[in-house]
Nanobody
Framework: QVKLVESGGGLVQAGGSLRVSCAAS????????MAWFRQAPGKGREFVAS???????HYAASVAGRSTISRDNTRNTLELQMSALKPEDTAVYYC????????????????WGQGTQVTVSS
């Protein structure tokens, strides 16, 4: 069982930056594909970014070029740094872990955090 706890959400103005973090409780973090998903009010869950255990990264087109996903396998932590934030980035951001090497499909993720709210004001 892997427990994931997100932190770092908050309110930020459009054009600003924000970093969200995820702490994992279990040692297998180092071999897991880790990802960020988000869900805006009234919408479905959306893939944001993922990182393989060796550092390969993949981003959704909506955040590519203004987001960076990073992980520290020695500390079991995952971060997402976002800049040039837009009101449409407003959502609950979830950290997730998968046993696959690399995937952007939500169904492939076995463990999820409780989420952290990010609100971007215009």
């Amino acid at each position: 069982q892997v427990k994931l706890v997100e932190s770092g959400g908050g309110l930020v103005q459009a054009g600003g930056s924000l970093r969200v973090s995820c702490a994992a409780s279990e040692g297998t973090f180092g071999r897991s594909c880790m990802a960020w998903f988000r869900q805006a009010p009234g919408k479905g869950r959306e893939f944001v970014a993922s990182s393989s255990w060796i550092g390969n990264t993949h981003y959704a087109a909506s955040v590519a070029g203004r987001s960076t996903i990073s992980r520290d396998n020695t500390r079991n932590t995952l971060e997402l740094q976002m800049s040039a934030l837009k009101p449409e980035d407003t959502a609950v951001y979830y950290c997730a872990a998968s046993g696959r090497f690399m995937t952007s499909l939500g169904v492939d993720y076995d463990y999820w955090g409780q989420g952290t709210q990010v609100t971007v004001s215009s």
